[in-house]
């Protein structure tokens, strides 16, 4: 079974940056790809980045020239770096990663990010 463990959300203020990073475990089969995703209160969750096991990435319009996703494919590890925060970045951010040939979901407990004004 796939384990995935978040860490490092928290509270900052706008402008302000964070990093948020993520480990996978147990997995028997190849990591494709690995992203983070995010939902607000009363919204669904949406896509914010993903990096594909050959490194090619895909950003949603709202995150796109302030964060950058990065991933360690030898120790299965994917960091989210969030700059110029907005407080609409508020959510709770997960981690997913799809696993094997039919790219099986799996995701993590998932941090609180919160921006104040």
């Known amino acids: 079974q796939v384990q995935l463990v978040e860490s490092g959300g928290g509270l900052v203020q706008a402008g302000g940056s964070l990093r948020l990073s993520c480990a996978a475990s147990g997995s028997r089969f190849l990591i494709n790809a690995m992203g983070w995703y995010r939902q607000a209160p009363g919204k669904q969750r949406e896509l914010v980045a993903v990096?594909?096991?050959?490194?090619?990435?895909n950003y949603a319009d709202s995150v796109k020239g302030r964060f950058t996703i990065s991933r360690d494919n030898a120790k299965n590890t994917v960091d989210l770096q969030m700059n110029s925060l907005k407080p609409e970045d508020t959510a709770v951010y997960y981690c997913?990663?799809?696993?094997?040939?039919?790219?099986?979901?799996?995701w993590g407990q998932g941090t609180q990010v919160t921006v104040s004004s």
């Open positions: 997913n990663a799809k696993v094997g040939f039919y790219r099986s979901d799996y």
């Open positions: 990096v594909a096991s050959g490194g090619s990435t």
